[in-house]
């Protein structure tokens, strides 16, 4: 099974500011990556796949790269609404999340 | 715009099985893959399996190969998640969740409402 290293597991930053969360795979996956954000009591929502692809409404604010087995989401200037769980996934073979990074109000 | 409506929350005891239906309305059914995805309370996303009906293509994660039966019906545009010898653990939230291009790649898209499914004595 590929598993996904994610980190961190907890990201504290303030409004307007830039974060990167990253993920690692355990072997290679191509491009086969995507990034989800996740509300409180409600299902997740995609943002990339293809590791770099905006999902349809996303803002441009959201952005993805790939190096290797590594994968970075940035949020380029936080807003208010960013405040949430965010998951990537591997679709590679099956599908894997990684653990998840609570972005918090700093 | 497909919406998936899931089956209501169940309480279940230890050893038992639970059954969760996901129907599909507003969108096509067969050709898309339909992916189950659990959340304990408070805990991350785990993925258990998907279904693309037209195929007939059932992937399980090897975390459930031998308790979990996803089927799906074309006719309804229904697919299921059953889960058997359930024991405490298995209480979480149960998503069934869509791709959004219809090219079978596990990607989730449009996402049912959950169910939460509680095992307790």
């Known amino acids: 099974d590929i598993q996904m290293t994610q980190s961190p597991s907890t990201l504290s930053a303030s409004v307007g500011d830039r974060v990167t969360i990253t993920c690692r795979a355990s072997q290679g996956i191509n491009i086969y990556l995507a990034w989800y954000q996740q509300k409180p009591g409600k299902a997740p929502k995609l943002l990339i796949y293809?590791?770099?692809t905006l999902q349809r409404g996303v803002p441009p604010r959201f952005s993805g790269s790939v190096s290797g087995t590594e994968f970075t989401l940035t949020i380029s200037s936080l807003q208010p609404d960013d405040f949430a769980t965010y998951y990537c996934?591997?679709?590679?073979?099956?599908?894997?999340f990684g653990q998840g990074t609570k972005l918090e109000i700093k | 715009q497909v919406q998936l409506v899931q089956s209501g929350a169940e309480v279940k005891k230890p050893g038992s099985s639970v059954k969760v239906s996901c129907k599909a309305s507003g969108g096509t059914f067969s050709t898309y893959t339909i992916t189950w995805v659990r959340q304990a309370p408070g805990q991350g996303l785990e993925w258990m399996g998907r279904i693309i009906p037209l195929l007939g293509i059932i992937d399980y994660a090897q975390n459930f190969q031998d308790r979990v039966t996803i089927t799906a019906d074309k006719f309804t545009s229904t697919a299921y998640m059953e889960l058997s010898s359930l024991r405490s653990g298995d209480t979480a939230v149960y998503f069934c969740?869509?791709?959004?291009?219809?090219?079978?790649?596990?990607?989730?898209?449009?996402w049912g409402q959950g169910t939460l499914v509680t095992v307790s004595s």
């Open positions: 969740a869509r791709d959004p291009h219809g090219n079978y790649a596990t990607l989730m898209d449009s």
């Open positions: 996934q591997q679709y590679n073979s099956g599908a894997t």
């Open positions: 293809g590791a770099s």
